[in-house]
């Protein structure tokens, strides 16, 4: 797998997501084909990925007959993601996990009635793949074991984190959370409490650092002093039973405009925005890995 027996990878979909996936998968040694209907894929191919072990192919079949592992990354369609994957099962051996990044459909929506079910499940990575480690493996109830064991241990080789769900839910465990908290947020600003510049700054300084460093279960933990979480609950979570109401759809204009006067907008304060977003990532993805590797067995 990968490294120097040289596995190949088929990377459906060169988008955002896969181009960043082809470049994780080469760059941790494997052969990496992508598919794309796209006519500009040899371009950008070439440009975003140059001197990599990286093929561009139209045809899917073409690109994914015979591959080790195969990551699809198409568009969020239900029935073109069925037609993709029941090509990917006739061209594919026993064996090859066929990996969806899909962000919201699950697995059995696309995989049933597909010969290959077994083989099918959701390697659901948050973007830039490239920069964040988690990819939540979702398997649906017809997802063999073996697969789900298979893909958490490519994905591990490839440098990422890998957590597996016990079982499907929409929007998974990430993307769950995330809907919540955004609500919350978009929800405070409309109802005139704090602009969206303050509300990145207060998350960034609190619940952004505490995040990386120690998740909400063992922050629960922690803030309940010695005597842990059930001290928390019954203290200070004790008051804590407002409700938290719901942003209003309707009136999402004013906090629009409020983030793009905030943070910019079009493509040069994106390419901006981007840069600055991947070097602060990488900062504390490198420093927390360097402090972890330092403090081995002392802490
Ligand atoms: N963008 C994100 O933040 C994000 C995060 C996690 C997961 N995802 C998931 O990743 C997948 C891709 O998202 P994206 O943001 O990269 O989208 P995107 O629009 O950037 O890329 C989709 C690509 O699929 C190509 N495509 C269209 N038909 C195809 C076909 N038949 N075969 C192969 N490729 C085809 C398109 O030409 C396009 O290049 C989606 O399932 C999405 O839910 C996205």
Same mark, same amino acid.
């Given at each position: 797998? /990968? /490294?120097s027996d040289m596995s190949t990878a088929a990377i459906v979909g060169a988008g955002v997501i896969g181009l960043s996936w082809a470049r994780l998968f080469a760059e941790a040694g494997w052969q @990496? =084909?992508? %598919?794309?209907?796209?006519?500009? !894929? &040899? &371009?950008? @191919?070439? %440009?975003? !990925?140059? /001197?990599?072990?990286? +093929?561009?192919? /139209?045809? !899917?079949?073409?690109?994914?007959r015979g591959a080790d592992f195969v990551q699809e990354n198409g568009p969020e =369609?239900? &029935? !073109?993601?069925?037609?993709?994957?029941? +090509?990917l099962a006739a061209v594919t051996g026993d064996g090859v996990v066929l990996a969806s990044s899909s962000s919201s459909l699950l697995a059995s929506s696309f995989s049933e009635g597909n010969p290959a079910a077994d083989r099918i499940l959701i390697g659901h990575p948050f973007n830039p793949p490239q920069l964040i480690p988690l990819v939540e493996v979702v398997p649906s109830a017809a997802t063999?074991?073996?697969?789900?064991?298979?893909? @958490?241990?490519?994905?591990r080789s490839l440098g990422r984190l890998p957590i597996r769900l016990k079982k499907e839910i929409p929007g998974f465990v990430g993307n769950r959370l995330q809907r919540a908290f955004n609500n919350q947020a978009i929800y405070l600003v409309?109802?005139? @409490?704090?602009s969206p510049g303050d509300l990145d700054e207060l998350v960034k300084a609190s619940l952004g650092i505490r995040w990386a460093t120690i998740g909400p279960f063992e922050s629960m933990q922690l803030g309940g002093g010695p005597d842990g979480m059930l001290h928390l609950l019954q203290n200070v979570g004790a008051e804590m039973n407002y409700s938290l109401g719901e942003p209003d759809p309707a009136a999402y204009g004013p906090v629009l405009e409020a983030v793009d006067t905030t943070f910019g907008a079009g493509p040069e304060a994106y390419e901006a925005n981007v840069r600055r977003r991947d070097r602060r990532t990488r900062a504390i993805t490198e420093a927390l890995a360097a402090s972890d590797a330092q403090a081995q067995g002392q802490d």
């Open positions: 797998m /990968g /490294g @990496v =084909r992508v %598919s794309d209907p796209r006519p500009d !894929l &040899e &371009e950008i @191919v070439d %440009s975003e !990925l140059a /001197g990599l072990p990286v +093929t561009a192919f /139209g045809d !899917l079949a073409e690109a994914a =369609r239900p &029935e !073109l993601k069925k037609q993709i994957f029941a +090509t063999a074991p073996a697969i789900v064991d298979r893909a @958490v241990e490519v994905y409309q109802q005139g @409490v704090i």
